[in-house]
């Protein structure tokens, strides 16, 4: 049963009072009797939570469009301003009820909506029309879009910027050409809570499964391996620092297939045993670089095939690592056991999900595309990130695609490693048992996790 204190349900931006006054300056904007960025500007500035008392100045905004390269300023505020006021309007008719069905942390549970619904919701965020669900604010981020363009010194938020603008373009584009079957294609959030039976040492280490493929990858990224169910590498609070100048895996992913930051409204943060999976968000973007570097190159036709349920045949699972570095015992804490246990339970609830391509009773799963998993700013280290993923896509039933993210070093330390434990026919309870003694996290740090699992395998 769920608690009574619990929220479950967030009310929309027309249920409030507020709505009627910013309604009527959306109107304006969407038929063009106001425009530029000055009425983008006021029309924020209305919104019930824009506590400041001058107008934003859209910084970034501005320097993206100065640009000119991809779009310039005249055609966002004559085009895509438009439309954009277009689909917040658009609330009224796509959510009657006035609330949304929130997913709350502890159940196990999905939503789906459409293009449009989700565009409608970017589209509020843009003017700041969120806040967090009151009760429970802090187990959330608030979904707004406002920083992107107000923040922000470095090329890359601006290229952040020239994403969303590029979302909204193609969408405006879909609907002046009356592509209907586009927009209504559909977009999953599901949340899943592991079994508390499958969190236990024991499913682990008395497991006889021989570990699984696993197939390093040097070249290539986690999001162009179609078909495949594709790693997030999560911040607890999902999105990350994307809404703010966060700008790593996570923070890219969500803004080169912006519909992932719908499940920033949706979704309380995850609890140490839950993962989120996001079915349906298409690629908008291309880019190149990362962090500091991150450059829009140009707008991007994703060409995933569409699934039975009419979606885009994409599957992105959030798992948010340990932020071991942040820690008092500093990255060591990761080899810890209950340390191991969380990390491998996590993954493993992640890789679960039943995605787009499995076949029915687990004959067939497609395999996941995963890499360095917390291995930046988190501290973690990738042989043993390596070795807890294997496990993990080994006891979901699927094959491991690790992309080490051009390493060519890493990825042929893993190579040798893997040829050993396949010929030495490895179990997931061997190499559990092996990371839950006791001296595995006094003297693992001398040799590395695969030289030190190896000397215990060969003994």
Partial sequence: AMASSTVSTYDLPHSHKEWTKVKEKLKNIADKKETGLLALAEAISLSPYWTVDTIPILNVLKKALGDGKFYNEEQFCNDILPYIASRALAVESLFPSKTIQLLISGISEGVTITRSQASCILALAFFFLFNKPSKHGTRY??????????????????????????????????EVAGDEEYLKRCITIERKVLDSEKRKAELWTKSELPLCEFEPKSEGLIESSHGCLQADFANEYIGGGVLQQ??????????????????????????????????????????SG???????????????????????????????????AWLPGGSSYQYAKDAVLREVCKAFCGFSFRVPGDTAGDKSCVPVATGNWGCGAFGGNKELKTVLQWMAGTQAGRKVLYYT????????????????????KVTIGQVMNILLENEFSKKVQDKGTFQYILSKIQK
């Fill in 246 to 287: 966060g700008n790593v895996q996570e923070e890219i992913r969500f803004v080169i297939n912006p519909e992932c930051l719908v499940s920033i409204l949706y979704c309380e943060s995850m609890a140490t045993d839950e993962s989120i999976l996001i079915t349906g968000a298409e690629q908008f973007s291309t880019y």
């Fill in 405 to 424: 993210f051009r390493d060519q070093k890493f990825c042929e330390q893993q190579t040798t490693f893997i040829k050993a434990m396949y010929d030495a």
């Fill in 290 to 324: 990362y962090g500091g570097n991150f450059t829009y190159t140009g707008p991007y036709t994703d060409d995933n095939p569409v699934d039975p349920d009419n979606r885009c045949s994409v599957s992105i699972v959030a798992i948010d690592a340990i932020p071991a």
């Fill in 141 to 174: 981020q608030q979904l707004n879009l406002v920083d992107i363009l107000e923040y922000g010194f470095f090329k890359s938020q601006q290229s952040k910027c020239l994403c969303l603008i590029g979302y909204f373009e193609r969408l405006w584009k879909a």
